[in-house]
């Protein structure tokens, strides 16, 4: 089994992330959440802070989320939709 997913980190009009990661720590409104691969499903509000992303290769990286957002795990893949006036 492999232990990498899919990541895209949007807001609607453009694409600030997209690609495969070995996990993601998310700023949820009930704390930080970590997302690994083969996750079960779910839906979260993101709010104000960082998403950390560790890619395949093992790099690490931050986004600041300014705004608020969403959150949706499925099949092997996390979208993140961002509050296109704040990021």
């Known amino acids: ?47 104000e802070g960082d998403i950390k992303v560790r890619d395949v290769s093992g790099k690490n990286s931050a986004f600041k989320v300014s705004g608020a957002g969403f959150l949706k795990v499925r099949e092997n893949k996390a979208v993140i939709l961002l509050d296109p006036e704040k990021n």
Do not use: Q
């Not at 089994?1 to 980190?9: A, P, S, V």
């Open 1 to 47: 089994m492999e232990n990498k997913f899919h990541l895209d980190i949007l807001t609607p009009s453009k694409v600030i992330y997209d690609g495969d990661v070995l996990s993601v720590i998310v700023p949820a409104y009930k704390g930080e959440m970590g997302i690994l691969a083969h996750h079960e499903p779910f839906l979260a509000c993101i709010k």
